[in-house]
């Protein structure tokens, strides 16, 4: 069966395939039959873009276009934008090489801080550097200091932040310039909104463009707008007579600063306010013409390299000629004034011991252990405190110098009580030195402390070294004396807090005597609504001693103002060093006590801004006041004058009057004079001594005198016609 059914399969004819392909036709496989036709002859398929074309093309191409077409082209699609930040070196040394030729060189880019070697950039962050203190002491209105943490802060670099950040400042008001709109006015001592988000965002413009160089290009672009501006505009003014820099149309047109390398004006000196940008032309700082060369000769491109091998690498002390504070320097001095706080150690209690120690024994007290028992209870101690100045029970000046220095080494606090001593106001913390965290808390010339915080076998430990003399000193005392918890005096921030509430408690004496004198004045004055005050007499006749009196308390309200920002500051320094590494009993310990201190700030300045109106107030009464005496003074001046001069008229009248007269006889006398002198022969009278009689002269006299009166009245009518011709001429002219 099996072989005869394979030779019946064996013996069929076989299969053929004859179904054809059915026809697809759509847009899908068009596109993809295209798509392979393009595979298989790349040569037929053509540039489409920038992408395409080749390298060296291409960078010609971007070589012409202008830093802010780079922006644009960034966001045309990922390919531009990859290759642009990929080729951004390349590219932007190109642009800058045909346009920003010499700006480029005057302004040159600042160094981050991550680029510096560790010690290095450890040193340039130190708050004692004098370039640092002098930054953030007077900062400029329009310049924001460069950020400790990201720039460097050699002098190189904070020029070269300076200037950028100028660049983009002065570029901001080019169309108030332009206008003649005034620059707005910022008031010594504020700190406006506008202004701050202004140099906020050039800052931040600036600091991009240390990580970008298509940023740079960008600034360089916006100040070689500015310049063009500013040339065009004193190019306008035809009675600035000044030396300027020669630009044309083509010049401004082409966008390049060309017209910048040939001789011109010098523009070193830096324009510290606003004020300075309606005469300046074009700041190009770093630069300066060289008469022996006859060239510009530029600031060297490695100075930041000379200037970061100068900085010290060690903590820097200041020198003596540095301190604010008068130089302490106290020979010899028997006794010294401490105060330690001791804790007990199974309770929140507290025991404080001040006495004055010998300093013979001085080295015995520095070795004393740290625990004792106070009324049979073991207490530990967390503060030691050195009181220096003078005393105001024994009117001493202690400790001596010797002893201070020797307190300062074995504390390790040189270099806060050298900054503490150079500082007006303020409080800072310093690099840590041998495991003791430094700060140092200041208000000139009341207080200044410089103290450690060390934890020494797990027990925190407070040194402290207080310059406080009078009344600042009793409230210390009476401040330490008060029940405070352990876990808050082992707390580091705790004497910043004492100092903190000693401030607050001053201004709110202040500002009770301030409020004394101004309801005495208001008394005097009048000008208030108060129905519990009368006014006893009229101010008048001590009106400068009451202004006086007001002036001066606009004075204290200024002082009380820096005492209430000297204790915003103490407290924003405490929130931020609370969590500081310390057991777990002292972290949160402040916390209360800062609540309360903010709490009362906040009222302080409401306190102290209703009395500074009532200051103001009575200021404005007493200058109307002396206003309305000094115009009854004025009336009554006119009042005479005017008297005089209507006396002096009458006057003027009569004398007139008289020289008419005078003017009427006088023709009349010089005829008779004249003939009666013997210079004529008349003929002698004939007839009695009795008789009287005229004679031929009679007659002559009056020929004479008669037409020489009416000449002389002629001619003074005609010399008033030509006064009054004359004054008429000048008024109309005028010329007077």
Not at 196 to 220: D, E, F, P, Q
Not at 365 to 385: C, F, G, Q
Not at 446 to 465: C, R, S
Not at 573 to 596: Q, W
Request: net charge positive; hydrophobic share 40%; aromatic share 10%.
């Amino acid at each position: 069966m099996r072989n005869s059914s394979a030779t019946a399969l064996s013996d069929e004819p076989p299969l053929v395939d004859l179904t054809q392909a059915l026809p697809v036709k759509s847009k899908r496989t068009e596109r993809l039959r295209k798509k392979l036709q393009k595979k298989a002859h790349p040569k037929l398929v053509g540039a489409r873009g920038f992408e395409d074309l080749p390298y060296e093309l291409t960078m010609s191409i971007f070589r012409l276009l202008r830093p802010r077409d780079f922006f644009a082209l960034c966001r045309v699609s990922k390919g531009l934008r990859a290759f642009t930040l990929a080729e951004e070196s390349r590219i932007c040394e190109s642009v800058i090489e045909l346009r920003y030729p010499v700006l480029a060189r005057c302004l040159q880019r600042p160094v981050l801080m991550e680029n510096l070697d560790e010690p290095v950039r450890q040193a340039l962050q130190s708050p004692l550097r004098p370039e640092t203190q002098t930054m953030y002491s007077k900062p400029y209105q329009h310049v924001q200091p460069p950020d400790l943490t990201l720039v460097c802060t050699c002098m190189t670099c904070v020029l070269r932040w300076n200037s950028l950040c100028l660049a983009l400042d002065f570029a901001h008001w080019q169309d108030d310039l332009d206008t003649g709109k005034p620059l707005p006015i910022i008031p010594r001592g504020t700190h406006p909104d506008w202004n701050n988000n202004l140099l906020s965002k050039n800052a931040a413009m600036v600091l991009k463009s240390m990580r970008s160089s298509l940023w740079y290009m960008r600034i360089l672009e916006i100040h070689l707008g500015a310049i063009i501006r500013s040339v065009r505009r004193h190019g306008q003014n035809r009675g600035n007579q000044r030396r300027r820099f020669l630009m044309t149309e083509e010049d401004a047109c082409n966008e390049t600063d060309v017209f910048l390398e040939p001789h011109g004006p010098q523009t070193v000196d830096f324009p510290f306010s606003r004020d300075n940008y309606y005469m300046l032309e074009a700041y190009l700082p770093g630069r300066s013409w060289s008469a022996d060369r006859n060239r510009w000769v530029y600031f060297p491109a490695n100075q930041h390299d000379t200037d970061v091998e100068r900085v010290p690498q060690a903590p820097v002390n200041f020198p003596a000629s540095r301190q604010v504070w008068q130089k302490y320097d106290i020979p010899k001095c028997p006794t010294i004034n401490v105060t330690e706080i001791w804790s007990h150690d199974d309770s929140l209690a507290t025991c404080v011991e001040s006495r004055p120690i010998s300093s013979f024994a001085l080295d015995n007290w520095l070795e004393e252990p740290a625990n004792k028992y106070i009324r049979a209870d073991p207490y530990t101690r967390t503060v030691r405190l050195v009181w220096v100045g003078e005393d105001p029970g024994t009117f001493r000046h202690s400790p001596s110098t010797r002893e201070l220095q020797q307190l300062l080494a074995a504390w390790n606090l040189q270099s806060g009580y050298d900054y503490a001593l150079s500082c007006y106001a303020g409080v800072a913390a310093l690099p840590p030195q041998h495991g003791a965290r430094i700060f140092t808390a200041t208000y000139h010339p009341k207080l200044a402390m410089a103290w450690t915080h060390a934890i020494i076998d797990g027990t925190p430990e407070v040194n402290m070294v207080v310059f406080a003399e009078g009344e600042e000193r009793k409230e210390l005392l009476l401040a330490l004396k008060s029940q405070w918890s352990s876990s808050f005096v082992s707390h580091p921030m705790f004497p910043a807090f004492l100092c903190s509430l000693m401030l607050s408690q001053e201004l709110d004496i202040t500002l009770d005597d301030i409020k004394t004198v101004v309801r005495n004045v208001e008394a005097r004055t009048g000008h208030h609504r108060f129905s519990t005050r009368r006014q006893v007499r009229p101010a008048a006749g001590e009106l400068g001693s009451l202004s006086a009196e007001m002036s001066g308390c606009a004075a204290k309200l200024a002082n009380g103002t820096r005492k209430l920002k000297v204790v915003e500051a103490l407290n924003a320094f405490m929130i931020k060093n609370a969590e500081y590494d310390i057991p777990a009993k002292a972290r949160n310990a402040p916390t209360s006590h800062l609540g309360l201190i903010s709490q009362r700030v906040e009222m302080q300045f409401v306190d102290s801004a209703y009395v500074q109106q009532r200051v103001q107030v009575q200021i404005a009464a007493l200058f109307h006041l002396i206003a309305q005496q000094d115009n009854a003074i004025a009336f009554e001046t006119a009042s005479a004058t005017r008297s005089i001069a209507k006396d002096s008229l009458q006057d003027s009248s009569s004398m007139k009057m008289l020289a008419l007269v005078a003017m009427f006889f006088l023709p009349g006398s010089f005829v008779a004079a004249l003939f009666s002198t013997p210079l004529f022969d008349w003929e002698k009278t004939e007839g009695s001594a009795i008789s009287v009689g005229t004679k031929p002269q009679f007659a002559l006299f009056w020929a004479v005198a008669v037409p020489l009166t009416v000449a002389t009245f002629a001619l003074y009518a005609m010399w008033i016609v030509m006064q009054k011709k004359r004054l008429k001429r000048r008024l109309t002219t005028g010329y007077v």
